[in-house]
């Protein structure tokens, strides 16, 4: 064979998937992160949750829910257990006691101080300047929309 002509391209072949490269790669961030995590004493989810209330505080489950993209009945586990670690306490709606609302206690408060860290920790895990990162998240961020609009 001509070492010119290349072979077609196999677009299912695995490797040829941008789906698996983000799922292998978003496999290997959480690993990353878990030792990082087990010094807060936080799973990458409730992570990701405590992340929601850091930036805002008092949130509705539906409205954390909303802002991760996935399912209140699958959350409230979630939450449950970071109220019996004292970082937050859930309250029902004075006005609609379907309501759940979520807040930060001082201890959940404090935490934030002590994963200040972790975008550091994670930049350098990465090999890649935070620049990069960034300009990887906003593509992310770009594609995550166009495939919600699919929905």
Request: charged share 30%.
């Amino acid at each position: 064979m001509n070492a010119d002509i290349k072979a077609p391209r196999d677009e299912l072949l695995l490797d040829n998937q941008v789906c698996f490269a983000l799922h292998s790669t978003s496999l290997m961030m959480t690993k990353v992160y878990k030792p990082l995590l087990q010094k807060l004493g936080l799973t990458y989810p409730q992570y990701l949750a405590m992340l929601v209330l850091w930036e805002q505080d008092e949130l509705t489950v539906g409205e954390i829910s909303h802002r991760l993209l996935t399912d209140p009945g699958s959350l409230t586990p979630l939450l449950k257990r970071l109220e019996s670690e004292g970082l937050l306490k859930r309250t029902r709606s004075r006005d609609d006691e379907r309501v759940v609302i979520v807040e930060l206690t001082s201890r959940g408060k404090t935490l934030r101080d002590k994963a200040q860290h972790m975008p550091q920790s994670i930049t350098e895990a990465s090999g890649r300047t935070a620049e990069r990162l960034r300009a990887l998240q906003a593509e992310l961020v770009e594609i995550r929309a166009s495939l919600q609009k699919n929905l």
